[in-house]
């Protein structure tokens, strides 16, 4: 089992940047990638980035291409997700995950999931 803690989540006005972190702990040694999706009221929690192990293979929503960019960080259990230009459709609960595969990433489903963190995007 994977235990997932995300932070950073905050309002900010609209054309700001936050930076949401991710620290994982438990049987990470078997997760193929790490990422993140969020979640409106009422709506299905969606795709935004994600990151192989190795941080050479990212991939991207559309709606976030050339604004958000997702990295690992120096420790190889942490993920972040720096997020430009910020609009405020991109106010959400955001999620942090693990795969186990590939395919996983490919089809979006994970297999761990985080407690979220509140992102306000004010107009």
């Known amino acids: 089992q994977v235990q997932l803690v995300e932070s950073g989540g905050g309002l900010v006005q609209a054309g700001g940047s936050l930076r949401l972190s991710c620290a994982a702990s438990?049987?990470?040694?078997?997760?193929?990638?790490m990422g993140w999706f969020r979640q409106v009221p009422g709506k299905d929690r969606d795709f935004v980035a994600a990151?192989?192990?190795?941080?050479?293979?990212?991939y991207y929503a559309d709606s976030v291409k050339g604004r958000f960019t997702i990295s690992r960080g120096s420790a190889q259990n942490t993920v972040y997700l720096q997020m430009n230009s910020l609009k405020p459709e991109d106010t959400a609960v955001y999620y942090c995950?693990?795969?186990?595969?590939?395919?996983?990433?490919?089809?979006?489903?994970?297999?761990?999931w985080g407690q979220g963190t509140q992102v306000t995007v004010s107009s």
């Open positions: 995950a693990t795969y186990q595969t590939l395919n996983a990433v490919l089809t979006a489903r994970p297999s761990d």
């Open positions: 438990g049987r990470t040694f078997s997760a193929y990638a």
């Open positions: 990151i192989n192990w190795s941080g050479d293979k990212t």
